[in-house]
Each structure stands twice: as C-alpha cells, then as structure tokens.
C-alpha cells in the first residue's frame, strides 16, 4: 500500500548528447524516462515515501522499459495496465547548455490516451494520505479527461488530500478555450493549487501572485494556492487569510529547467506527509527545486533525506515542525 499516488503518462525519452544543437540536426540519444507526474512520484520515493502510479502502456519494448525502470525507483506498479492495440508515448528532448530544451511529442493515439475509467475503482486508497493532480492527462484525450475526474471524484470521496499543477501543455488540447476551462474548473477541485506566474497569465489575465491565488480560492475546495514565482520562491496564501512568501534559493547555474515544477511539488508533498508546517513544505518545494535546475535529466536532481539536511546545512536554513 502507498501513501502517495499519481496518475500520468510515461514518457520514454530520446534526450539529445549533442549540446545545444537543434533537435533535427541532433545524431546521437540516449533513453531516459520521463513525464511530468513520474517524476513527482520518483522524487516522492527518493525521499522515503511510498508511492504508486496509475497509467497504461502499450505491449511494446518502450512499454516493458517504462515498467523496469518505475520499478527500479521503487514507485509502485500494481496500477499500470497493458494496452495491445497502442503505443508507449515517446518524445525527443534537446540537450542545452542552460535554460529550457526544446522537446518533440509522439503521444497521440498513445496507450495512455485509452486508460478508462473502469479501472479507478479498483485501487486501493485506504493508505493513501496524498494524491497529486496534473493539468497534462486530462489533456491527451477524451478518455484520459474522464478517468481523470473519476479519480479525483474517488479521492474525495475517501478524504484524501489532493494538490493540483495546472502543468500546461496548449499542443496536447484541442483550443486554448477548452485548456483555460478545463484547468481552471479541474482546479476547483483541489485542496492545494499550485499554478506559476507564467500559468496564472495564461490561465486568468494576471501574473501577480496575489491575484492569482484570490482567483484560486474561489474554487469550490481549495484551501491553499502556492504560486511558484522562479528565483525568487513562492508565494502562499489560505483560505482563512495568511499569506506570505518563501524565499527561493540563489543557484550558480541554471542547467535545465525540466523537472523543476515537479520538484517543488515533490517537496511539498513529502514535507505534509511528515506533518512539516505549510511554510516548511514551500521551502522544501523551493530546495528541491533548486536542485533540479542544476542537473540534465527530468528528476536527476531529486534527494534523498541525507542530500536534503546537505543542502539545508549549506544553505544554513531548517525546517520548522
């Protein structure tokens, strides 16, 4: 059983060895593994907690890749169906030197995009304390939308506590439209929100933290939005009033940018699962994702509890209980 749980879909990575070189002229790839909620549940792993993931891969060697390495990780398979008749979604990722890579999906028609909602009634949340919620699987297709709901309607329904990153991929929905409706609603449904600064433009016309988090608070559960602000950390506001922000932490290069949204959830969620305070959890949020931007892979930058105090010790901050 898992106190953790998520759902998505894996994506096999063709990640570019050619540094800074466009990903048509790129020659030489080696394969990783990817997807944005993945990579939440790894690093919830990596810091002790157990964890489970829900997707569907194809009967495909990309599919028995996926498989291996979740399980090598330690992150729980038991909820991952096999689809004959589809494909294990894939991508291409550019090697850069600093910033954001390009990428290049084959995820349409993926065996991901056919996962029904059938099989949320056979998991098990009974140990379940935390479950985190994505913008991205609504998004691959109709099928994946509804399975999706059912899930956060089980969740619910069993009192788990549920944190939502709108995660936004605009290629993956059919309009603009549908993607600012459905995340937005989806939201709602959430005890914590977690949108950036970039999504909350996109998402209800303003980058202002603040703003931004008065816009989340009106949904119909939501407790508390945690807004990622880059650099400079997060800013956090709750339902009953208090807000502040937490300090990010200075890093001396920016290596890759892949994995850090992720990362701070990861650090949020382990933080309340050790019944840290909520300004403890958006620190942790804030080192883990600091240590991601300096590494190349989507989760290479994850620690374990001993790299954690590390990094706190070198940093000379703590965490409250």
């Not at 894996?10 to 909620?37: C, R």
């Not at 980058?207 to 880059?230: H, M, N, S, W």
């Not at 650099?231 to 920016?254: E, H, I, L, N, R």
């Amino acid at each position: 059983m898992s106190e953790f749980i998520t759902i998505g879909e894996p994506l096999v990575t063709f990640a570019s060895k050619d540094a800074d070189v466009s990903l048509a002229d790129a020659i030489n790839f080696h394969k990783i593994m990817g997807g944005a909620e993945l990579n939440v549940a790894i690093g919830v792993t990596r810091l002790g907690h157990s964890s489970a993931y829900i997707s569907q891969v194809g009967v495909d060697p990309f599919g028995q890749f996926v498989e291996k390495t979740i399980a090598s990780h330690n992150v729980g398979t038991t909820y991952i169906s096999k689809d004959a008749n589809h494909f294990t979604g894939h991508q291409l990722k550019q090697l850069v030197t600093q910033g954001d890579p390009d990428t290049f999906n084959y995820r349409k028609d993926s065996a991901a995009c056919y996962l029904t909602e059938d099989v949320i009634e056979k998991i098990d949340l009974s140990d379940v304390k935390i479950a985190h919620m994505s913008g991205i699987f609504p998004a691959i297709s109709d099928i994946s939308e509804q399975t999706f709901r059912k899930l956060f309607e089980r969740l619910i329904d069993n009192g788990v506590l549920t944190t939502f990153d709108p995660n936004l991929r605009p290629t993956l929905w059919s309009s603009q439209e549908k993607m600012i409706k459905t995340v937005n609603e989806l939201a709602g449904k959430a005890d914590i929100v977690l949108p950036g600064v970039g999504e909350g433009k996109t998402l209800m016309g303003s980058d202002d933290p603040e703003e931004i988090a008065d816009f989340y608070l009106q949904g119909e559960r939501t407790k508390v939005v945690i807004v990622k602000i880059g650099p400079a950390g997060a800013y956090v506001k709750t339902s009953d009033g208090q807000s502040y922000t937490v300090d990010g932490f200075k890093v001396d290069k920016v290596v890759d940018t892949v994995g850090a949204g992720d990362g701070f959830a990861l650090g949020v969620i382990t933080a309340l699962l050790e019944k840290k305070s909520l300004k403890s959890a958006v620190l942790r949020g804030n080192a883990v994702g600091a240590l991601q931007v300096q590494t190349l892979g989507d989760n290479d930058g994850y620690p374990t509890p001993t790299e954690l105090k590390e990094f706190y010790i070198k940093e000379g901050v703590s965490e409250e209980e």
